[in-house]
């Protein structure tokens, strides 16, 4: 009975040891699968608009993501063809989970504010812009920024001067400061205005003095109309294009949609500028799965672009013969073809 007392408690051990492993251990991936296609008229909602009078739909797609919190779920994406794995480090960067997630909240509120502003220059209404300040996405390694400031914070003033463009700021610290020198900053953190001090240091291998980290325009956009935009857990810019169509659809007196379901993905600038995004695959498996009829992505513009054949190839190899995919550069192609098309 020892012996076998003996072995009894080796197989538990090891069936413990084995459920740790594939359970408890976390793992370095994310996991990407095809996401959900959401109507853009129940997040959007613009003063005096039409918003029940298209017969038809805008809608964003989605890719959904998470953590592989274990082995299980890793093996898992690995078997399923429709799920994609990637390294935490290629989709975070440095970030920690809490700074991604406040980075992405501020790309897609980035992106809403942007879809305002190109929808209601397309409809040629007015619309007031202005950079209010600088928001810190990164913190670049060796930065003496670290501890003083976090990513979220919006830069407001360096030294007295307003912190009103990237290039205001980089050339007043690269002109007055060096290596080593403090600067004095403030910073908008959680509705509140701090003052700090940041030592600068050496942004390249020539020694050029910065801040050691990575910013981009705070805007804020004041429309001729009132626009709100309801509140949901999607993050990223990706949802630009879409955002700023259903936004003229409301506006317009013609049904922009023509009755068909259609979606689509694409950033979009001040000037309705479309950009590159990613999960495309994921997008259109989404779109077609919702019954999507029309679907606008980015245009490649050169070598380094890819969304628009990523999308035609991938609706080519799934057969999905009944979703036209439509790359467009500008939201002004993408109503054009619309008006011309239908």
Known sequence: MKWFRQRLTRWV???IALYLILFLLPTPY???QPGTVEPL????TVEQGQKQKSAGSFNLTTVYSQKARNVVMLIKGILDSDTEVRKTSDVQGNLTDKEYVVVLKHMMSSSQQTAVASALSEAGLQVDKRVTGLFLRMLVAGSKAEGVLEVGDIL???????AQSLQAVSSYITSQKKVGDIIEAVILRDSEERTVQIELVAANAQGVPGIGAVFEPEYVVTPSRRIDFAESDIGGPSAGLMFSLEILDQL???DLTHG???AGTGTIDMNGNVGQIGGMRDKIIAAHQAGVVLFFC???QDITSHNAQEAIDEAKKRGYDDLRIVPVSTLKEAVEYLRNNY
């Open 41 to 44: 008229h129940e997040l959007v």
């Open 260 to 262: 068909l379901k259609i």
């Open 30 to 32: 994310y996991l990407y």
């Open 298 to 300: 980015p245009k490649d």
């Open 252 to 254: 317009l007196p013609e």
């Open 13 to 15: 051990i090891a069936f």
């Open 156 to 162: 407001l003033e360096v030294d007295d001067r307003p």
